[in-house]
Every structure is written in structure tokens, then in C-alpha cells.
């Protein structure tokens, strides 16, 4: 039996005491400090001497308005329903011991402006019912308040801001019953000893704003105080930033605290809450968290207090109490993240009945040594969530954690689940009378149910690299993959997305191969430029026909020779990944240009030769990679006609400059690797069809084979993270890929002429496109590890698409062309589009 029932007064380093309800100092070592800040009487306040208002401040009956700047502000302590207004241009600043705006009963006071005040004074006072609103600034010094209402009944807002370094010193203060305090604005108290908002007995505190209490010199702060029977709800921000500091302390009894914000302690051994009193009420769906080495947590013994959290309790708990008066309910978080706090299996003390639903979580840190946090409480309820969450190390293949929970008396109830932080662990509860152990046990990095291809064989590789033995930089490596929460850590690792260069690179070599069937294209529907009513427009030159009159007749117009053209194009593509290997969407933008020239060897057969450029980028935005390629391409093409019928091939060389940007986050601090490598490419394409000609409209079907082998270069990243070298970069093996599209469609060819000797040629291209060899792999290492190489897949290449052309071409004369067309690629896969223009002109 774990009996907390004498521990009332037990501090954590063992000294005795109690904070008072009221007014009180409490020192204990770890404990935090609270004074009175002064607390001095209405009567002690209304003899603090106040000099008549002059020029800044004018009353006109029951209305005072304050203008300017001023020395002097309003009030003896004795005025009765007065409208005080300190107006937007007014700056009022007073010096030691005098109020700035001292009123007693029924008064509206509002500052738009500014307010100073010096030490042992107040910014705005009065006895009861007064309604208080600082809209500007007040500026307080030490052992001072920015608003205080004495008595009974009074509203107490802040929109503005209060702001003080000194010390001692309180943001808004209650101190009768029956008070209203309202804070939308900010409240920002450095100095030590200081307190946002102190609430005495039975008042209403409502936090929308933020409240910020100590700093490097303000030990011993609060955000809140509430004392007896208060109800406070936070929807803001409070901060304890000193040492020793505390987010609420709930001095008293009967108080109702709500809070939906954030309560937050930042300074060491800082409180988020603290419950001195008893017979108090928590109810959490926001954030409440402890400092360094402080407690989310924290009552030195009490009783009756009912705490439900719906939210996140983050750090330790030392809840002290008598038998299970005391209840918390967990459907919401409660952890540690504190690297500071030692693990301990009485890290979360309750000193009561503690029960978990099912909608709660309970994360105790785990190290490879065996040690836990635990949860101690004099009864437990489990259900919800056991979660282990693995510290850094390098774990073996099972650990076993005792006594993770400890009941005073019989545990009640099992966890519905127990899982582990790291997706490379899974975790299992074993249940004795009055405690529960935990046990993980380690998965292969490569065998993890639910990995996609690509994950299982990085996984592979590094478990070949693996032992708890390991030191140095891989130890640290191993021990931070560890960590990982998911195998999606693998996919950053792969290094898959660099395969984004070999979609890339082969859609800038169909781009310019593109330029060159355009050409051919050109030629093949047969275009002369003769003018209107020269003659007919045919597939090929005209014959003269054989007869006794030929030599009567005018020559036949004789087809131009040469043919010489500039074409630029822009293309861009996306392809989806694959969920099964794990690969992830690609996307690319290629843009260039290409020239050539082409002779007629004869009538029927076209030859010719082209160089070009190229600029392209992708991107794989899921692996946070992303690359450029710059191109340089010649090729050759010939066209022969064998009447109607034709037989077209291409050939082009392609080199590429290469470079690979990736960023690699989730194991350590994130790193950035950079690739830079050539790459060649080999591609043909080979193409029949048939014409046949319907007047001004022709129809040509078709069929075509493209192939592309693409060599890679091997090479190896450099890595940083930050300004230090990183360790996560890759060396890749050079690379062979292959592409080969196959093309069956038809080509649909108008003419019409358009007088002055021009001619309109619009076409439209239909086809369907099966890819033999969609694959795009890379292989890889990681530099620094003694770990074989893997081999992942990215984005492939659609197998099935449908292809759709459409274009025109203009023949200005018999010597001058213009053309351009635009490519539409679908499939499931993806998609692409492309759009290209050219010029040629003849002789």
C-alpha cells in the first residue's frame, strides 16, 4: 500500500511547510517562493497623499477627461460615479507611492493612453464596483500593480498592455469577492516575485490574451494566484519564465480552474499548476507543461481535488495526497519531454486515483539500459494508451522495463494498446496484482509490416550494418534512426527521388527528336508553294507527262532542294508513384531549341542533320528533392517515300550535366545533399505509314518505334548539415536505363489554300503509346556506413497512354514555312504536355 497520507507537508527535498492561504512566504528549496506584494490596506492607500488634477486631467461633473502629457493624474481615493477617461494622446507619469487614477466606488475608467507609475503605487484603483478597462499602456515599477480593485463587485479588464521590470510587482489584482478580471491583452511582468493576475475570494478570471511573468531575473513568478473559490478560464497564453516559477498556483480552496489555452513554465523546477489547497477542480484540453526539471504537476499534500485532463500534461507530477481523495482522469496526453529530468518510475506521482479512458495516452521514456519513467498512484483504472517512447541509444534485440505502473492497491483494468514511439519496435504490457511491466522488442529495419519495396530494401541494407555495439558516428547514426516514429524515415534515406533525372532526361531527347519529325512531317505531306492556281499540292513533285507536246508546255515547278529551320520547344510532365514500391510523384519542365538542315538526295528521299540545347528541372517534392539537367543534342534523320507509303528514322546523341539537390530530415539534425554527374544518351526512332488522300484532307496511319538507352555516371553527394559536414549523403552507381515507346495512330492532314501564294496545312495526330521499359531505378550506399547497396525505384514511366497532336502549318511562299503544334500525353500514371514552333525556309 502506498500511503501519501502523511505527506502533507513533505516537499520534494524533504523540508516541511505550507503556504498559507493568504499572503504568505514559502521557501523551499525547488519549491517556488510567493510574497505578499505588498498588499497594503484601501484605507492605507486612500492616505497615500494624491495631488489635484491640473491641465492633464479635467473634470466637467461626473465626466474626467485626460489630455497630454502630465505629471499629475486623477483622484483622492474618495470619488463616486465618475467617467475617467485617459484619452489616446494623453501620457500620464507619476512617481513613487501616488496612484495614477486613485477612485473609490461606482466609477468607469478607461485608458486609451499611456500610464507610468514609479514604486509602491498603482496605475488605476478603487474600493468596489468600479469597472476598470486599460485599452493603452500602463507601465508599473517594483512592488506596484497595474489594476486593483479592493472590495467587491469590481470589472477589471485588460485589452492594452502592463508591462514591468521591477520586482514584486502584479499585473491586475482582486482582492474582495464578487470580481470580474478579464485579460485579452498582454501582460508582460519580468522582475521576481511577480504575478499576472491575483485573485483573492469567490471572483471570475477569464484569459484570452497572453500573461508572461519572470525572465532571467524573475524567480519566483506566477501567472495566476487564486485563493479561495475562485472560477478561472484560460484561452491564452500563460508563461513562468523565472526559476522556480509557476504557471496557475491555486493557493486556496474551492477554486474551478478551465483551462483550453496553454500554461506553460519554462524556467527551471517552474510549475505549470500548482494546487496548495483543497477541494479544487482542473479540467485540461489545452497545454499545461512544466519546466526544466519542474513539474506539470505539483501539490506538497492536499485533499478532494478532481483534475481532468483532455489535453497534454507534459513533464513530471508530484501530486501528494491522502488515500484517493484526490482523482485524475486522463483522456488526453500525459508525457515528459523534459531531456533535463532524469528517468524515474515515480516521475508521475499521483497521490490519489488515477484512471485513464479510453481515449487516454500515457508516454513514459524508455532507455536501452532498462530504465522508464513509471506512474505511481494509490489506485489505478487502466485503459487507452500505453505509449514507450525510446530515448537515444542503441537497443538489443529485447528490453524489459519493470514496474513501468505501480498501484497502492490491485491495478484494475489493461491498457487497450501498448506501442512504441519508434516505428522499429513493437511493445507489449505484461499485468501483476499491483504493477505493470513493459517489454519492447526490436524489428528488423527492413522488416516492419506495411513497408513498401523501396523501404524494405534500404531497410535491408542497414540491418546489415547494425549491432548495439556499434560506436563512433554510426552509433549516433543507428541511434537516431532509431527514433524514427515512421519508416517513411527510409524514403528520406533512399535517395529515390534523384531517379527524377532519367524521366527528365529522356522527355528532353523525345523533345528535339520531336523538332526532326516535324521536318519529315513536313515534307511528307508534300507542300511546293505554288501559287494559287499553279497547280496542284501533292505528296510528291509532279512528272512531266510523256508526249510530242511536251516541249510545248511550261517546265514543271521544281521542288526546292534545300531546306534549312530553327525550332524551339517547351514541354512539361507529372507521373504519380506507386504505393506498393513506394515510389513518389515526379514532375518536370524541359525547355530548347534546335536547328537543322535537310537536302533532297532525290525526288523521294529527304536527309538530314540537327544540333540542339536544352534546359530542364524536376521535382519530387515528397522526398524534398529536385535537380536541373542542361543538354546539348545532334542528330540525323532520313525520310523515303515509296509513293503514298513512307519509312522515316532518326538517330540522336544527347549529353547532360546533372545536378541533384535533397533535403533529409527525421534522423538528427536535417542535412542538405547536393549530386552533380554527366549522363549520355543513345535514341532512334523508326516509323512507317500509308497516305491516303481525300481532297484537301488526308489520313495517314502509322506506326513507329522509339528506343533510348541512357548511361548515368556514378557519384557521390556532399552532405552538410548546417555549416558541418553532414553524413547522410549517398554514392550512386553508375546506371544503365532503357526506354522504348511504341506509337500506333493516325495522322490527319489538311490543305487549303489561302491565296497570295499561302497555304494552310492544319494537322491533328492521334495515337496510342505503350512503354516497354518504364522503370527508373537508382542504386546507392551511404557514404559513411559499412552497409551494402540498395537498389529503389522511382516514378516510372506510364505504360498506356493516349497521345494527341494538334497544329498547323503556314507556307507564306514556295520558300518560307511557319508551323507549331501542341502534344497532350494521358494516362493513369500521369500526364504531359508539350508545344513546340519552328521556322524553315527553302531553296
Not at 510587482?169 to 464578487?178: D, E, H, P
Request: proline share 3%; hydrophobic share 40%; net charge neutral.
Amino acid at each position: 500500500m502506498i500511503n501519501f497520507a502523511c505527506a502533507k507537508s513533505i516537499r520534494p527535498d524533504g523540508l516541511r511547510g505550507v503556504l498559507p492561504a493568504f499572503a504568505a512566504t514559502v521557501r523551499l528549496g525547488r519549491v517556488p517562493t510567493f510574497a505578499a506584494p505588498f498588499l497594503l490596506s484601501a484605507a492605507a492607500m486612500v492616505a497615500i497623499p494624491a495631488r489635484p488634477a491640473f491641465a492633464a486631467c479635467v473634470q466637467s461633473g461626473s465626466t474626467v477627461s485626460c489630455d497630454g502629457a502630465s505629471t499629475t493624474g486623477f483622484g483622492t481615493g474618495v470619488e463616486n460615479n465618475l467617467t475617467v477617461t485617459v484619452q489616446s494622446n494623453a501620457s500620464i507619469t507619476i512617481g513613487p507611492a501616488q496612484p495614477a487614477i486613485n477612485v473609490a466606488d461606482g466609477n468607469t475608467v478607461l485608458n486609451s493612453g499611456s500610464i507610468t507609475i514609479g514604486d509602491f503605487s498603482a496605475g488605476m484603483q478603487g474600493v468596489r464596483n468600479n469597472t476598470f478597462t486599460n485599452a493603452g499602456t500602463i507601465t508599473i515599477g517594483s512592488t506596484s500593480w497595474g489594476m486593483v480593485g479592493f472590495t467587491d463587485n469590481n470589472v477589471l479588464t485588460n485589452t492594452g498592455t502592463i508591462t514591468s521590470t521591477g520586482v514584486n510587482t502584479i499585473g491586475i489584482y482582486a482582492a474582495g469577492t464578487g470580481n470580474t478580471v478579464s485579460n485579452s491583452g498582454a501582460i508582460t511582468l519580468t522582475g521576481a516575485l511577480s504575478t499576472g493576475i491575483w485573485a483573492s475570494d469567490i471572483n471570475t478570471i477569464l484569459n484570452s490574451g497572453t500573461i508572461t511573468v519572470g525572465g532571467s531575473n524573475g524567480a519566483h513568478s506566477a501567472g495566476v494566484i487564486l485563493t479561495m473559490n475562485n472560477n478561472f478560464t484560460n484561452t491564452g497564453s500563460i508563461t513562468a519564465a523565472g526559476t522556480s516559477s509557476t504557471g496557475v498556483l491555486v493557493a486556496g480552496d474551492g477554486n474551478s480552474v478551465t483551462n483550453s489555452g496553454t500554461i506553460v513554465a519554462t524556467g527551471t523546477h517552474g510549475f505549470g499548476v500548482r494546487i496548495d489547497g483543497n477541494g479544487n477542480t482542473l479540467v485540461n484540453t489545452g497545454t499545461i507543461k512544466g519546466g526544466s526539471n519542474g513539474h506539470s504537476l505539483f501539490s506538497p499534500g492536499t485533499t478532494g481535488n478532481v483534475i481532468t485532463n483532455n489535453g497534454t500534461l507534459d513533464g513530471a507530477m508530484f501530486f501528494l495526497g491522502a488515500g484517493t481523495s484526490n482523482s485524475l482522469t486522463n483522456n488526453g496526453l500525459i508525457t515528459i519531454t523534459d531531456a533535463a529530468m532524469v528517468l524515474g518510475q515515480g516521475n508521475i506521482a499521483f497521490g490519489g486515483a488515477f484512471t485513464q479512458t479510453a481515449q487516454g495516452t500515457l508516454a513514459l521514456r524508455v532507455d536501452n539500459a532498462g530504465n522508464s519513467d513509471g506512474l505511481l498512484a494509490n489506485s489505478a483504472q487502466l485503459g487507452g494508451t500505453l505509449r514507450a517512447v525510446l530515448q537515444p541509444g542503441l537497443y538489443g534485440s529485447s528490453t524489459t522495463y519493470t514496474n513501468v505502473v505501480q498501484s497502492g492497491t490491485s491495478v484494475a483494468g489493461q491498457f487497450s494498446s501498448v506501442i512504441s514511439s519508434s516505428a522499429f519496435f513493437t511493445a507489449a504490457a505484461t499485468y501483476s496484482t499491483n504493477s505493470v511491466d513493459l517489454t519492447l522488442t526490436r524489428q528488423g529495419f527492413g522488416a516492419v509490416a506495411g513497408e513498401t519495396a523501396n523501404q524494405r530494401a534500404v531497410g535491408n541494407a542497414l540491418e546489415a550494418g547494425y549491432s548495439p555495439s556499434l560506436t563512433g558516428a554510426t552509433a549516433t547514426f543507428y541511434s537516431q534512426l532509431l527514433q524514427a516514429g515512421s519508416v517513411r524515415v527510409l524514403d528520406q534515406l533512399s535517395g529515390e527521388g534523384t531517379s527524377g533525372t532519367q524521366n527528365t532526361a529522356f522527355a528532353a531527347g523525345s523533345m528535339f527528336g520531336r523538332t526532326m519529325d516535324d521536318q519529315m512531317d513536313a515534307w511528307r505531306t508534300g507542300h511546293r508553294g505554288e501559287a494559287a492556281g499553279s497547280g496542284a499540292l501533292g505528296y510528291a513533285s509532279e512528272r512531266p507527262v510523256t508526249s510530242v507536246f511536251n516541249a510545248l508546255k511550261a517546265p514543271p515547278l521544281v521542288e526546292p532542294q534545300w531546306h534549312a529551320w530553327a525550332s524551339g520547344f517547351g514541354a512539361g510532365q507529372s507521373l504519380s508513384g506507386d504505393a506498393a514500391v513506394g515510389s513518389a510523384s515526379f514532375s518536370d519542365r524541359v525547355a530548347g531549341g534546335s536547328i537543322g538542315v535537310d537536302h533532297l538526295l532525290n525526288p523521294d528521299l529527304l536527309v538530314g542533320i540537327a544540333a540542339g540545347g536544352s534546359s530542364a528541372t524536376f521535382s519530387v517534392d515528397d522526398r524534398a528533392t529536385s535537380g536541373r539537367l542542361d543538354g546539348a543534342h545532334v542528330g540525323g534523320y532520313a525520310m523515303q517515300r515509296f509513293g503514298a507509303a513512307y519509312v522515316s528514322a532518326q538517330l540522336a546523341y544527347s549529353h547532360f550535366n546533372n545536378s541533384t539537390t535533397r533535403t533529409i530530415t527525421g534522423i538528427g539534425a536535417d542535412e542538405i545533399a547536393k549530386g552533380s554527374f554527366g549522363s549520355d544518351q543513345l535514341g532512334g526512332r523508326l516509323e512507317i505509314g500509308r497516305t491516303y488522300d481525300f481532297s484537301q484532307v488526308s489520313m495517314t496511319p502509322f506506326a513507329a518505334v522509339q528506343a533510348a538507352r541512357l548511361w548515368q555516371a556514378a557519384y557521390t553527394e556532399t552532405s552538410t548539415a548546417g555549416t558541418a559536414p553532414g553524413v547522410l549523403g549517398l554514392s550512386y552507381t553508375s546506371r544503365f536505363v532503357s526506354s522504348l515507346p511504341v506509337f500506333l495512330g493516325t495522322k490527319f492532314d489538311g490543305r487549303f489554300n489561302v491565296g497570295n501564294g499561302m497555304m494552310w496545312m492544319p494537322f491533328a495526330n492521334v495515337a496510342w503509346v505503350h512503354e516497354f521499359s518504364p522503370t527508373r531505378d537508382v542504386t546507392a550506399s551511404l557514404i559513411t556506413l559499412q552497409a551494402p547497396a540498395f537498389t529503389v525505384e522511382g516514378a516510372r514511366a506510364a505504360s498506356d497512354a493516349g497521345r494527341v497532336e494538334l497544329g498547323s502549318r503556314l507556307a507564306l511562299n514556295r520558300w518560307s514555312e511557319l508551323s507549331a503544334r501542341f502534344t497532350g500525353e494521358f494516362s493513369s500514371a500521369g500526364q504531359s504536355y508539350a508545344g513546340m514552333g519552328a521556322l524553315k525556309v527553302s531553296w
